[in-house]
Structure formats: C-alpha cells, structure tokens
C-alpha cells in the first residue's frame, strides 16, 4: 500500500504532519447555519478537513419496532436506530454547499457513504476521499463501489475482525486501489482510557503495511497526542460548537478550543519525535563543549609528577578527554603548568 497519498489538494503520511479532520456528523442539529459555523470553527482551530456522514435513515436502518433495531443503554438509551439516524443524518442538498464554504477556507471536505447511492453522490461531488465506518467495514459491496472511484479509502477499525480487514483489503486489491489507510478506533461513546489500546497502532501499520490513524470518541486530547508519539498520519475527532447544545454526538465531542488545543499539541510532538538517528544537533555539539576534560588544578611545576591531586576530570571539554585519565598519572610535567590550564600532550613526558 501507498506510505502517502493525496487527499485533495493535501498531503497524507510519509514524512507530512498529521492530517487532522474534523467529524461534524449530526452536530449541525438540522440548522444550515450552524454546519457553517462549524466549518469555520474547525478552520480556526487548525483542521486539515472537516467530514461529513451521506446517508439517510432508510439507507441504516428500518423504522421498525422489532427489538433488533432498538437500542439499549448508552447515549442513545431507549431510541430506535432508525430515531437516531433520521435525527443525525446531514441532509444531502445541504452537502454540496458545506464543501464549497470549506474549500474556501483552504479546507478539504470529505464524507462517509452508507449505501450506492451516497458512494455515486460523494462522486457527483467530487469529495477527494472515501472513510468506511467501523460497522461497514464488513459490507464487501460497498467497498467495492467505493474502492472503483480510485479515491483515498478510509477504514475505522472499532468492530473490525481480523477477517474484516483483510477482506476490505482484497477488494481494494481487486479494484487496484492501493491508497488504504486504517484508523484505529473503538466504538464506545464517549470511549473508555482503559479500551483504548494504542499499542495496536504500530502493529496495524506493520501487519497491514499500510498508513494508520486514529478516529477517537474519548474525552479530551490526550489519546490523540499519545498517538501522535506511536505515529500515526491521520486524526479524526468529532467537533461541536459547544457540548451543552445537546445533539446525539454533542456528549463526546471537542468543542474549538480543545480541538485547537489538541492540534497545537500534535504539532508539538511531531517536532519533538525528530528522527530515529543517534546524531547530536548543532546546539547539542555547542553544549557538549561544556562536558569535561582534563585540566591542572594546582601548580604543577616542570619535573612534578601528574597526580590526583593536581590534576582532575572537571568541565568544560578544553582538556584531553578523560579516557586518559588513568594514563597520565604517574608522568612528568616537561614544563610549568598553572591551575586551570587544560591538559595537553606537550606538557607532558
């Protein structure tokens, strides 16, 4: 699989910083207005994209009272899916017109499709990308129709079996799309630290041998700059204007200044990770001048012997090195030698 690629007009992986997308999903709470405002709110707090989900109620789910589409306990206790859909779906007409605000904004805009008919909008739409949720991952026919359109797929890994992923690679194989990311994800909402597990990160990398990220739903921003430590080229964390508004994914979302928090925290850790080289850095090679060597602490006159007593290993790096300590006790000064001279061959017999 490609180690970078392009979303839209912006690079992904290799030695690029990590792509950073902001999730609306059903945070406009059906107001135009308010979507607008996220878009702008993400580009303020340093998003590389804002994502959108294209789906209907009809293309999830049934409205049907049968127990199968209920849901029990979590956020959504007591709704049926076909409930939760309707109220978090972003309405289509609508999504044409946020991607035209966020290209703007120098923002790419790309979205999850559920059934065909989202696959063929998103490509009526030109969106630069397709990200699979977790519970498609397993729906072959999907990724196939989404694989043909030769764009970046995305995959969210939170329900993933082993067998799920590797089968959503054979199809990307099959269609020869070879730009195949993996985002590490659990879907729990809002997500337990404890369920986490970022170690998984660098083994779906090397098992894969494809670009990872992360698609986060736990609280504040330290999972995502822990795994910014472990690697990863993408991180996509959903972004309301304000929790207390309510809406079914306000509960776990950032609001603009975390997000922006959380971007400003990456960027520093991708500067501190600085390459895997054992080689010191021009300052660091400044400062080494200041580690220690050998100097005469006392008079030394021409004839006396170098002993612990007038000579010692102390800073900074002016003398010989220390490694000939135990080598030049016992010989002669050839001349006189005063206190805080650094030692050197010549004045030595």
Not at 144 to 157: D, L, N, Q
Not at 172 to 200: F, G, H, Q, W
């Amino acid at each position: 699989m490609k180690k970078e690629f392009r979303i839209g007009n912006k690079m992904v992986g290799g030695e690029h910083p990590c792509f950073c997308v902001a999730e609306m999903s059903g945070n406009h709470l059906k107001d135009y207005g308010r979507a607008v405002e996220i878009i702008y709110a993400a580009k303020e707090a340093g998003a590389d994209a804002i994502k959108l989900q294209t789906y209907t109620a009809d293309s999830l789910s049934l409205n049907c009272d049968k127990e199968y589409f209920q849901i029990h306990g979590g956020l959504w206790d007591g709704m049926s899916e076909y409930q939760l859909y309707e109220e978090a779906s972003t309405p289509w007409d609508w999504q044409p017109k946020l991607q035209e605000e966020a290209r703007k904004l120098g923002l790419e805009c790309f979205s999850s499709p559920f059934d065909f008919a989202s696959v063929d909008f998103m490509k009526e739409c030109d969106m630069p990308a397709y990200k699979i949720a977790s519970y498609e991952i397993n729906d072959l026919p999907l990724i196939r129709r989404a694989a043909r359109m030769h764009k970046p797929m995305i995959f969210a890994t939170g329900v993933a079996h082993e067998e799920d992923i590797a089968r959503a690679f054979q199809v990307c194989a099959e269609e020869e799309n070879d730009e195949v990311m993996l985002l590490k994800c659990v879907s729990a909402y809002p997500t337990p630290y404890e369920e986490i597990n970022l170690r998984m990160i660098p083994t779906l990398a090397k098992t894969y041998d494809c670009l990872v990220g992360l698609s986060d739903h736990s609280m504040g921003s330290v999972v995502p700059v822990g795994a910014a430590a472990l690697g990863i080229k993408m991180v996509e964390k959903h972004l309301t204007l304000k929790r207390s508004d309510g809406g079914p994914d306000g509960a776990f979302s950032m609001e603009p200044e975390e997000f922006k928090k959380m971007v400003e925290e990456i960027r520093i850790i991708e500067k501190a990770l600085g390459r895997a080289e054992y080689k010191l850095t021009k300052v660091q090679e400044q400062e080494h001048k200041g580690s220690r060597s050998l100097f005469a602490v006392k008079d030394i006159k021409a004839g006396d012997l170098l002993t612990p007593d007038n000579v010692r290993s102390i800073r900074p790096h002016a003398g010989l090195h220390t490694m000939y300590y135990e080598e030049v006790l016992g010989k002669r000064a050839v001349c006189d030698i005063s206190p805080g001279t650094p030692l050197a061959w010549e004045y030595i017999g």
